[in-house]
């Protein structure tokens, strides 16, 4: 077993509960991280033993152009698409998204979700 990781992934979208953050859109950073069985794909050094790190980034990257109100949303979007894109394949699925500089009121540098499963 191996775990695969795409770390600080950055997108420009448009998730929030408030009208205006829907229209202004905002950036987030998406880190994944999973389990695969890699053995095979460390004796052939083939990509089609393994999961493209490509094909991962395009799917989160198409999930997160998706609208959404709240980052759990997405968080559980993205993870509902692994699974179904590679079913044999991952188990122990963590993302995280952070959304940058949200509007709050006040300085905070990010908030973000975490899911696990």
């Not at 083939?46 to 152009?65: F, G, H, Q």
């Not at 709240?70 to 991952?90: Q, S």
């Not at 959304?99 to 973000?112: A, E, F, R, T």
Request: net charge neutral; with cysteine; proline share 3%.
């Amino acid at each position: 077993m191996g775990t695969i990781e795409l770390e600080q992934m950055e997108f420009f979208s448009y998730h929030g509960c408030y009208e205006q953050e829907q229209v202004v859109g905002n950036y987030y950073l998406v880190d994944l991280r999973f389990d695969v069985d890699v053995n095979t794909a460390m004796k052939t050094d083939n990509l089609s033993d393994t999961i493209s790190y490509l094909d991962v980034y395009r799917l989160v990257k198409d999930e997160m152009a998706i609208k959404s109100k709240l980052l759990e949303h997405v968080a559980g979007r993205i993870v509902d698409r692994l699974y179904t894109v590679y079913p044999e394949k991952i188990s122990n699925v963590c993302i995280k998204i952070r959304k940058m500089n949200p509007p709050l009121g006040g300085k905070i540098q990010n908030v973000s979700v975490t899911l696990r499963r």
